[in-house]
């Protein structure tokens, strides 16, 4: 009886112990992300306190209308929807592993379907203004485990609360 009770708290702690360590294993790093337009052109990353969800990076420029979005990094697409006249409108996200996405919302076009595999500059969409927005212009966000992170870009922090001019290095 004394042998039964010994071998079965060995195998409690044994379990115990690799519960532990599955928790502790670190999260998996960012994925280089890059900016998610054509190579060389400037936009205004827009941030404030009362955007929704905070952490939320809105791409503004004069003629934003109609130009390419790119995926920030390779992955796969999966969720394209279209809200309509509401919140994100035509939007995509793109799982890059590790618990990390991105969301692209506000298109005016589609230029992926749902479950296709991009590459980093991969064209997944056009900049629009669906669903809740009241201009053409990029809605951005970044997720790690489905809660939106600061965005950093091309290796730089995007400036909160505020605007930052970044030009896209993506597919130069």
């Not at 060995?10 to 690799?18: E, G």
């Not at 599955?22 to 955007?51: E, I, K, S, Y």
């Not at 390779?74 to 969720?79: E, L, P, R, S």
């Not at 919140?87 to 298109?107: M, P």
Request: with cysteine; charged share 10%; net charge positive.
């Amino acid at each position: 009886m004394a042998t039964v009770t010994v071998r079965t708290a060995v195998a409690a702690l044994a379990t115990s112990a690799a519960t532990l360590l599955a928790l502790a294993t670190p999260a998996t790093a960012a994925p280089n992300l890059r900016t998610p337009f054509d190579c060389g052109q400037v936009w205004n990353a827009n941030t404030r306190t009362n955007h929704n969800p905070q952490l939320s990076v809105d791409f503004q420029r004069g003629d934003a209308q109609g130009k390419n979005v790119r995926s920030s990094a390779a992955g796969k697409v999966v969720t394209r929807r279209d809200l309509g006249g509401s919140s994100y409108g035509k939007y995509i996200v793109v799982d890059h592993g590790g618990g990390w996405q991105t969301l692209y919302a506000h298109l005016s076009a589609f230029s992926v379907g749902l479950g296709a595999s991009v590459s980093t500059g991969t064209i997944i969409g056009k900049v629009g203004s669906t669903g809740g927005s009241t201009g053409p212009h990029l809605h951005y966000e970044q997720k790690l485990n489905g809660t939106v992170q600061r965005a950093v870009l091309n290796g730089k922090a995007i400036a909160y609360f505020g605007n930052t001019s970044i030009t896209s290095s993506t597919g130069c």
